[in-house]
């Protein structure tokens, strides 16, 4: 699913988007509001299952997915504003053709997640 970067006003705009993949089916829910120039902000929750494979014993299990995310999206370049502490700090992602990508936001997530050690049932 694409939104317009120009499509996020201040007010939030809900977002509902399921991504079915060959080992995995994520839901993401929340919303998408602008936050200044250029820059929006994602409040979300991702669920779902993955399929992932057991660090130690090599089987494939499935993984429940229930977790928060909270993104900074831009359309611009983004500069970081170092030495600024009273900023909490969030993962940014640059759309900089403006359009936001949910799709490609999930796969993120999803890739991040299974770049983490995971154990199966039997293995724990």
């Known amino acids: 699913m694409k939104i317009p970067f120009q499509n996020i006003g201040p007010q939030p705009k809900s977002i509902n988007r399921t991504l079915k993949g060959d080992d995995f089916e994520i839901t993401i829910e929340g919303s998408l509001m602008r936050k200044g120039y250029g820059m929006a902000h ?7 299952i993955i399929k992932l494979e057991c660090d130690r014993c090599g089987e494939i299990f499935p993984f429940n997915v229930d977790e928060k995310v909270t993104l ?15 900023e909490q700090d969030y993962d940014i992602i640059e759309f900089l053709d403006g359009i936001i990508d949910l799709d490609e936001i999930i796969i993120s997530e999803v890739n991040t997640i299974r770049l983490d050690y995971h154990k199966c049932e039997l293995c724990n």
Do not use: M, N
């Open 42 to 48: 994602l409040d979300a929750t991702l669920k779902g």
């Open 72 to 86: 900074k999206i831009t359309d611009t370049p983004y500069k970081s504003s170092e030495g600024c502490g009273d």
